[in-house]
Structures are given as structure tokens and as C-alpha cells.
């Protein structure tokens, strides 16, 4: 079956222990993003990927980093979790620039 | 950067009348527009998308059409039904180029009733 897996779907931490979002996709697409869904902000991105090894910053990429050392893999690094940081998170993929977006279950994270 | 504005933010209809939702953006640039559909507690999914050279595209009671000179774009759901109720969202991007920053609208709540 298609799909984009992502890990942990639920997640309290606390303020400055870093934690790792996995993501991984089984459909062979090229480009990968991370989002974040905030009541009233709607779905923002934080960062994207053209392809492995190339990555590039969203609209809000503050306090988060990504990395793609494999096509099927694109796992979102909070280095020192904060408060406002607290969200749902989707993982995406998709073939190429301009077409379907494909959204994993998404991840709730508290940060206390 | 693009911007992407979208209205109503919640939106309630009788079941059996039309919905119609609403986005602007601001980048001349961006030529690709999909419409996903985020029911409580799951994923977004696509509905429809439509792209710069198209004005009016439609997929059985859903329809979206795209007015480039004045930059909006619009979602039109006829006889509507309970199942229907979710929140809606529009995205700009740009097709091509190896880019895909994809920009969203805050989303709209629609509520069917009964």
C-alpha cells in the first residue's frame, strides 16, 4: 500500500530535549516537505526536499532542521524543543514540484 | 514570498445548498492551485487541483475555477451533503523547476447541517 509512515504519532517532551520525527515514504517520490497545522494558521511549511541531499527552508524553518541521506526518508530534528513548538506535524511527499501531495498521519507533539 | 488568503474561515449550509470558498494569492508566478479536504482528526487529502492554463475544472458535484488576471481562485461544492463537512484548504505552488514550495490558505471549516 502507498503511504507516507511517520513516528511517533504522539509525543509529550520537555523543553530542550531534542527528539527526531521520522518519515519514510514507499512511493519512490522525489520531493518530501514537512508541515506544521496550527488552529487558525492552516498548514505551513517548514522545510522541503527536491531530492537526496538537496533541502531547502519553507515559510517557518526556525528551531527545526531535516536531512535526506536516502530517497524514502525525511526525519524532522527539534534540536532544543520550545513551548511554541507545540503543534501537529505532517510529513509529505509527492512525485515532482506542481502535483499530488500525499500526507502522512501526522504527529502530535506537546512540548512542556 | 507568496501569500495565500482564504474566506470564509467557517461556513455553514443547509445540507442540499452550494458551498462556495474563496482564495486570493499574491505571487503572478505561481500556476498550480489543488483544493484538499482535512476531515476531523485525519490527513489532508486532495479533491481537485487546477492549473493557470485551465479556468474552470469539475469533478462531479465539486467544482474550482481560476480567475489568473485578478490572482484568485475558487472552490464550489453543489448539493451538499453531511460528509461534506470538514475543513477545506487551497495551496499555490509553482509547477516545474524542481521547486516545490507549496503555500496554504488558513483553511475553512464547513459545517452541513442536517
Known amino acids: 500500500e502507498a503511504q507516507v509512515t511517520q513516528n511517533p504519532r504522539y509525543l509529550i517532551t520537555v523543553t530542550g530535549k531534542k527528539l527526531t520525527v521520522t518519515c519514510s515514504q514507499n512511493?519512490?517520490?522525489?520531493?518530501m516537505s514537512w508541515y506544521r497545522q496550527d488552529p487558525g494558521l492552516g498548514l505551513r511549511q517548514i522545510y522541503y526536499?527536491?531530492?537526496?541531499?538537496?533541502?531547502d527552508k519553507g515559510d517557518v524553518p526556525e528551531g527545526y532542521k531535516v536531512s535526506r541521506k536516502e530517497k524514502r526518508n525525511f526525519p524532522l530534528i527539534l534540536e532544543s524543543p520550545s513551548p511554541n513548538q507545540t503543534s501537529l506535524y505532517f510529513c509529505?511527499?509527492?512525485?515532482?514540484?506542481?502535483?499530488?501531495?500525499?500526507f502522512g498521519e501526522g504527529s502530535w507533539l506537546t512540548v512542556v | 514570498g507568496e501569500n495565500v488568503e482564504q474566506h470564509p474561515s467557517t461556513l455553514s449550509v443547509q445540507e442540499g445548498d452550494s458551498a462556495v470558498i474563496k482564495c486570493t494569492y499574491s505571487?503572478?508566478?505561481?500556476?498550480?492551485f489543488p483544493w484538499y479536504k482535512q476531515e476531523l482528526g485525519k490527513r489532508p487529502q486532495l479533491i481537485i487541483d487546477?492549473?493557470?492554463?485551465?479556468g474552470e475544472k469539475k469533478d462531479q458535484r465539486i467544482a474550482v475555477t481560476l480567475n489568473k488576471t485578478a490572482k484568485h481562485f475558487s472552490l464550489h461544492i453543489t448539493e451538499t451533503q453531511p460528509e461534506d463537512s470538514a475543513v477545506y484548504f487551497c495551496?499555490?505552488?509553482?509547477?516545474?523547476?524542481?521547486?516545490?514550495?507549496?503555500?496554504f490558505g488558513t483553511g475553512t471549516k464547513l459545517q452541513v447541517i442536517p
Open positions: 487546477i492549473r493557470s492554463n485551465v
Open positions: 526536499s527536491m531530492n537526496v541531499e538537496v533541502t
Open positions: 495551496a499555490a505552488s509553482k509547477e516545474g523547476g524542481g521547486y516545490q514550495k507549496v503555500t
Open positions: 505571487d503572478s508566478a505561481s500556476n498550480y
Open positions: 512511493m519512490n517520490h522525489e520531493y
Open positions: 509529505a511527499s509527492s512525485p515532482s514540484s506542481g502535483n499530488t501531495i500525499y
